[in-house]
């Protein structure tokens, strides 16, 4: 089945500076990953997606890289700003639109 | 579109009795939907999967009769959490499958049981 590694657990950035979170998933069969961001006590939004026909992935300051050999992706949030300050998760399919969840990363940015 | 909604938000009840948790897709139809449980500063643990006109598959570890699942329609399944008790309190989310391999997720209920 699928395990998926989320790191690091909480991050902190100066304001403008970059954010990158990691994860790594075991089975390489998965096509489809995505990321969400969960502000406190809300809903998880999901920010961006890859498939695994393209290695990378962008929408304004948020970019997602995929490493099919070495079976990890990474989210990259450049500029970042105060409101980009959340939990986000990366997820790996197991069975249809079924995922794992990552532990999650605390993200805050620092005015 | 793609937006599912949740009821209650909140729900405090006594320990004892069942509280039952709506999850409603209302722009379009989900054949699936998922129910995970979340505890603060946590990842969201998936508890089962609800299929519309069949049993829902329960995790590892989920008891399937104290979290019972109703997926009656294309547009909502429902997680009754029976005899509840302090243990139970946490924030319940919901999601529904969307186009290929999406999930969007409902706004989730904070659960306490006194």
């Known amino acids: ?111 | 579109g793609a937006v599912v909604s949740q009821h209650p938000s909140r729900v405090i009840c006594k320990s004892g009795t069942s509280v039952k948790i709506e999850c409603r897709s209302l722009d379009f139809q989900a054949t699936t939907m998922f129910w995970y449980r979340q505890f603060p500063k946590k990842s969201l643990m998936l508890m089962a999967t609800s299929n519309e006109g069949s049993k829902a598959t329960y995790e590892q570890g989920v008891e399937k009769d104290k979290f019972l699942i109703n997926h009656a329609s294309l547009t909502l399944s429902t997680l009754t959490v029976t005899s509840a008790h302090p243990e139970d309190s946490s924030f319940y989310i919901c999601s529904a499958g969307g186009r290929a391999d999406t999930q969007y997720f409902g706004p989730g209920t904070r659960l306490t049981v006194l």
């Open chain 1, 1 to 111: 089945g699928e395990n998926v590694e989320q790191h690091p657990s909480t991050l902190s950035v100066q304001e403008g500076d970059s954010a990158v979170i990691k994860c790594t998933y075991s089975d390489s069969a998965s096509n489809y990953f995505p990321w969400y961001k969960q502000e406190l006590g809300k809903r998880p939004q999901l920010i961006i997606d890859i498939r695994s026909n393209v290695g990378e992935k962008k929408d304004q300051r948020i970019a997602v890289t995929l490493n099919k050999t070495a079976k990890h992706f990474s989210l990259h949030i450049t500029e970042t700003q105060p409101e980009d300050s959340a939990v986000y998760f990366c997820a790996a399919p197991i069975v249809g639109n079924q995922f794992y969840f990552g532990t999650g990363t605390s993200l805050t940015v620092i005015p």
